[in-house]
DNA sequence: AAGTGGTCTAGACCACTAT
DNA sequence: TAGTGGTCTAGACCACTTC
């Protein structure tokens, strides 16, 4: 019934999610884990890979002794605050057919902050690329991203429309490993305000991130703000512990 | 009231989390889930059951075919945003020695979007809860709690100020089985201002949360705001998939 | 080629929830 | 008490990274 390759967790996985999308479970109850292992012809262990992992990303809980249940249709989170890589592919998780601007690239001498982010000296010179991502004409979100010039080498401008990961990828000797993001409450200044189509001082949401590369250097320093009402981020937090 | 006999997975996270606060691992490298194995005396699975769940916590990452290591120390997260359950222990994992004000516990009519958040008729009694909390004299976080009246059946004015989840276990007939949050930027207003001893209309990060029982009935509708400078929301995300 | 984490099996017993 | 998920064992082979 089931062969290699996707393994056998992730096919345990897909099935389970076309028969919760399709409704099948009477009361939102899932079979057992053995039950599940049987029918499926796999181990227990391999089924309870699945579920986890299905735990995990919030599609279903499970109770100790009671059984696996599928969460609420409206629980269901689109795109998992860790695991977002590519604004653009947020946008799509929520149904939209996002396009990319993009505003300027420039040189600029790095302020502070910004060289003590990313491991330079002050006044080194990093590149600037601000971009703005829409659905339809409607700005959603505005990035700035700020990068070491040391670190680029190629003719870099034309490819600043590509996801931000591509682009290190691309034009730096290195490869994006992971983002350190923090949530903070800003509001819009005239220019972030002009471009996102909102007042000035509206508050919004900004992720300050730092990107590394897999040994730990700072490779950019991002800024990303969204427009509130069009891109709101949930979570479901469920007692686990005690 | 509670026998905690802690499991060997979680004696195993415990070990590990203390040679890493000790810094023992020579470059961040963990050693292979095997050799865990055979030192501590335990299965490869109960090994890799611990280390998954460190991994995930955001303590350590893998990558296959590499080895397993520690994250910077700067990574680590303390209060994981799909784990809060009380905020009085977000301030704990902080470092802080919380304490809880209770500004005021009073009967109102639930106005439209409290009523449909809680799925009760518009104008029926919910109780509402303010409650202040505080790390020495400074506020950190302000949450409005509303329950529908109908819900409470005791004298709970004096319990006001116990965690939410036990308060709703004690004074009504259900309990707390999870939260849909979402993660909503404001400014503060003249009365927030002034509880949080910040300048009215300062950008700060609310959380619009509704708690739900075990039937996916809601029961309470809380609002949370936070002083961005003493309490910052931070996470690590990493590339999985492709 | 050697060593690592990733996947998978086939059992066993325990802790908890429901009835 | 029956059935569920939680923990744990002792193997096996595969995919990948590193040297």
């Not at 089931?2 to 992730?10: F, G, H, Q, V």
């Not at 977002?84 to 300027?104: A, K, M």
């Not at 910004?114 to 601000?130: N, R």
């Not at 010039?149 to 682009?167: G, N, Q, W």
């Amino acid at each position: 019934m089931i062969a290699r390759n996707p393994s056998l967790t992730e096919q345990v996985m897909a099935h389970l999610r076309e028969r919760i999308a399709g409704g099948e479970f009477e009361g939102g109850r899932i079979p057992s884990e053995a039950k599940l292992a049987s029918v499926l012809g796999v181990s227990r262990t391999t089924v309870r890979d699945a579920l986890s992992r299905l735990e995990h990303d919030g599609s279903i809980y499970r109770k100790q002794g009671a059984g696996t249940f599928v969460n609420e249709p409206g629980l269901q989170i689109r795109s998992r605050l860790e695991e977002i890589w590519s604004y653009e592919q947020v946008l799509r998780d929520h149904g939209y057919t996002p396009s990319v601007r993009v505003l300027g690239v420039l040189e600029e001498a790095a302020d502070a902050a910004i060289a003590s982010d990313l491991g330079i000296a002050p006044a080194d010179p990093v590149i600037a690329m601000e971009k703005l991502f829409l659905e339809d004409d409607d700005p959603v979100v505005l990035t700035m991203n700020r990068i070491p010039a040391a670190y680029l080498h190629d003719d870099f401008a034309e490819s600043a429309s590509e996801p931000l990961y591509e682009f290190v990828e691309a034009h730096c000797d290195r490869h994006l490993a992971y983002y350190l993001s923090e949530i903070v409450p800003v509001a819009l200044d005239d220019h972030q305000a002009a471009l996102l189509d909102e007042p000035a001082g509206t508050p919004a949401i900004c992720f300050e991130e730092i990107g590394f590369d897999q040994s730990n250097a700072p490779i950019v320093r991002a800024s990303s703000i969204f427009r509130d009402d069009l891109l709101r981020f949930r979570l479901i937090r469920r007692k686990t512990g005690a």
